[in-house]
């Protein structure tokens, strides 16, 4: 039995369902941010975190600071790209727009390569542009959250590599880390950004990130001062290093009670070995999406190896709205979220599935939220049309 308030089950692609032991972690009692019980439970965290990235080399550097997913835009923008320089945003969707007024932010020239509504820019075209012209940064949105289309991050890196070894890889991975696989120093990847409440299952409030050793030195090595001063490198990485020594530090106070819960997520999430999470999100999602199909229903997602593990993005039935379903949904208990790609958000509907629902199948939220899109659906008039 939970032990948690009654309430929706949250299948939105993040903020995702919490398990009991990591919300309460968030009720330790208050603590100082630089005394030894805090300061080794963030150092453990720091070392958990370059497990789950599978980082080892020694030159890397974890870090976790207040704020959420998007502060991981604005700590690359402003340390590991110089005001005039060019980056490469590869589109899949929303979040590949907003990454780039990101860099228009602190002068960074952002050049977005397009692709049509569910698919990602090829492989080729990828070569070609990284061939015309010197980027500093390539930008890939892992799982794009507004349609659900999976980047394949280790074949753009390698392309990366080959054709243009001085581009920084730079990965999105707020709505991956946690439930695809992502091999950071195997990949070859300067900088994976994430954030708390996403597949890793914590409450938001944590920007997280894992830096190469060359986007380290890349930001010690930068001729104009960092444009922000919350978000300098110069100013967090002597503190990551410290906490990751346990030695206590201080720039700006951390959130003890969401580090705490970070802790506790990451602790559960290596009860079972991370190949086998991968492979429960990837069966999960086979359940759900061969699920919608059988309803007769769509994806944005073109072909299966260009959609994401963790949520499904389906287009509504002709006639039937947003505001028609998911009122309907959460009279069963069940939250999914709208659409939110610009050009066709009213269009369709997103079904979060990852963390403790999928990892934990005895509470049901994968079944119950099936049942209930069915009944919905229903409800909302929909018959699925003959073959
Ligand atoms: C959610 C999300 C973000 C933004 O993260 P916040 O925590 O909302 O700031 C960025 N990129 C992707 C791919 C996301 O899913």
């Not at 346990?246 to 990451?266: D, G, I």
Request: glycine share 8%; aromatic share 6%; proline share 6%.
């Amino acid at each position: 039995m939970s032990t948690q308030a009654g309430h929706p089950t949250i299948l939105i692609p993040g903020p995702v369902e919490f398990d009991d032991a990591v919300l309460q972690a968030m009720a330790h009692p208050s603590e100082s941010h630089v005394g030894a019980p805090f300061v080794n439970v963030f150092g453990e965290t720091l070392s958990l975190l370059r497990q789950l990235f599978i980082a080892s080399d020694p030159a890397s550097q974890p870090l976790v600071l207040s704020g959420s997913g998007t502060l991981g835009w604005d700590v690359v923008a402003s340390n590991l790209a110089e005001p005039g320089d060019d980056v490469l945003v590869l589109h899949t969707g929303y979040f590949a727009d907003s990454f780039a007024d990101c860099f228009k932010t602190y002068g960074v020239n952002a050049f977005q390569l397009k692709a049509p509504i569910g698919s990602g820019p090829s492989l080729s075209k990828i070569e070609e542009e990284l061939r015309s012209k010197k980027y500093r940064i390539i930008t890939i949105t892992h799982t794009d959250t507004s349609t659900g289309v999976l980047s394949d991050i280790k074949a753009v890196s390698e392309i990366v590599h080959r054709v243009s070894p001085d581009t920084l890889v730079v990965v999105d991975g707020v709505c991956s880390v946690g439930c695809e696989e992502i091999q950071f120093d195997a990949w070859g990847i300067d900088v994976v950004l994430t954030a708390s409440q996403k597949a890793i299952g914590a409450p938001a409030g944590l920007c997280i990130m894992m830096l190469s050793g060359r986007a380290v030195k890349t930001s010690e090595a930068r001729k104009a001062p960092p444009g922000s001063y919350f978000a300098s490198l110069k100013n967090w990485l002597p503190i990551m290093r410290n906490y990751e020594a346990k030695k206590p530090s201080y720039f700006a106070t951390p959130s003890p009670q969401l580090v705490r819960a970070l802790h506790t997520s990451l602790q559960q999430i290596f009860r079972a070995p991370l190949s086998v999470r991968f492979e429960t999100h990837k069966a999960v999602s086979r359940k759900v999406k061969s699920a919608i199909e059988s309803l007769g229903l769509r994806q944005l997602a073109n072909t299966p190896a260009d959609q994401a593990n963790g949520m499904t993005a389906i287009y509504l039935p002709e006639g039937i709205t947003s505001p028609d379903l998911l009122p309907k949904l959460l009279a069963k208990g069940v939250v999914m979220a709208g659409g939110l790609h610009r050009e066709i958000a009213a269009k369709y509907f997103r079904f979060g599935h990852m963390g403790v629902s999928v990892m934990n199948e005895g509470l049901g939220h994968i079944d119950k939220a099936l049942a209930a899109l069915k009944e919905a659906l229903a409800e909302a008039g929909y018959q699925k049309a003959q073959a």
